[in-house]
């Protein structure tokens, strides 16, 4: 990704769909624009025909997100959306989730996290598609109540402590 794409992320959030998950377009810009090129977060602009969407990972440590405590230093953390209002609801967000986690996973990553608001249940959705497994409700960096869902290399899962069974 790069800032030449950004016009394009104005657009995307912008459109209905995105409302009440992502901030306003200029304020979502800035964000990212302090992230870019800093070396931590990866972001991406995902295609298919056409570009449709936005992934970004980065170390799970990197916000202070007292949510992800259980999760080992070398973790990452993932946000994405669908932009392209024409790719919802035909998988395609499950889709290059995989591949990312595959593809970070391949790269000695120990575990991949995300944190939806429990509200957004097409992204709640989404995400279990992909193969992320809900944790339970914790609290954000804000104090915001979110639904924390972990993914696990094949074999590596390293379970459920009574804690967490109890978060569930």
């Not at 230093?73 to 790719?87: H, S």
């Not at 595959?102 to 575990?111: C, I, K, R």
């Not at 972990?150 to 804690?163: I, K, N, V, Y």
Request: charged share 25%; with cysteine.
């Amino acid at each position: 990704m790069s800032r030449d794409d950004y016009p394009m992320l104005r657009r995307w959030l912008a459109q209905p769909h995105m409302a009440g998950w992502w901030g306003l377009p200029e304020a979502e810009i800035a964000l990212i624009d302090g992230d870019l090129g800093a070396g931590s977060c990866d972001m991406r602009i995902v295609w298919a025909d056409r570009p449709f969407g936005f992934v970004q990972d980065y170390p799970v440590r990197t916000y202070g997100a007292p949510h992800y405590g259980h999760l080992p230093d070398e973790a990452r953390a993932l946000d994405m959306f669908l932009g392209d209002p024409a790719y919802l609801g035909a998988g395609h967000g499950a889709g290059f989730l995989k591949a990312r986690a595959a593809a970070l996973f391949a790269q000695g990553t120990p575990a991949l996290a995300v944190d939806p608001d429990p509200e957004n249940h097409r992204a709640v959705a989404t995400f279990a598609r992909a193969g992320f497994r809900p944790l339970g409700m914790k609290a954000c960096e804000d104090g915001a109540p979110v639904l924390v869902m972990d993914m696990w290399p094949e074999g590596l899962d390293p379970g459920r402590t009574a804690d967490e069974k109890d978060l569930i």
